[in-house]
Nanobody, 115 residues
Framework: VQLVESGGGLVQPGGSLRLSCAASGFTFSSYSMMWYRQAPGKERELVAYISPTGGSTPYKDSVKGRFTISRDNAKNTVYLQMNSLVPEDTAVYYC?????????WGQGTQVTVSS
């Protein structure tokens, strides 16, 4: 299993970024996918979740209405569209999948929101 995140960077407050997580090594369309983030000095936290067909997408309260998780099962990729970014969104963002009783993480992508 391999998860590769991309799309992070430096953005001003109020800006947008779209993160991608390309997956391989498992049947992507059969598994829920998750985005987590970890800010400096803080624990890793769940940001968004998407069911295998995309029909269920609960979010962390602080990102509701600003972030949108989606997936393209034909491309084995999950996305996180982040709008109206604030400095508190600064963190390393990771995608995660649990398959066959094991959990896999990507290497993470840094998002920095600063003027």
């Amino acid at each position: 299993v391999q998860l590769v995140e991309s799309g992070g960077g430096l953005v001003q407050p109020g800006g947008s970024l779209r993160l991608s997580c390309a997956a391989s090594g498992f049947t992507f369309s059969s598994y829920s996918m998750m985005w987590y983030r970890q800010a400096p000095g803080k624990e890793r936290e769940l940001v968004a979740y998407i069911s295998p067909t995309g029909g269920s997408t609960p979010y962390k309260d602080s990102v509701k209405g600003r972030f949108t998780i989606s997936r393209d099962n034909a491309k084995n990729t999950v996305y996180l569209q982040m709008n109206s970014l604030v400095p508190e969104d600064t963190a390393v963002y990771y995608c995660k999948v649990s398959t066959s009783g094991r959990t896999y993480w990507g290497q993470g992508t840094q998002v920095t929101v600063s003027s």
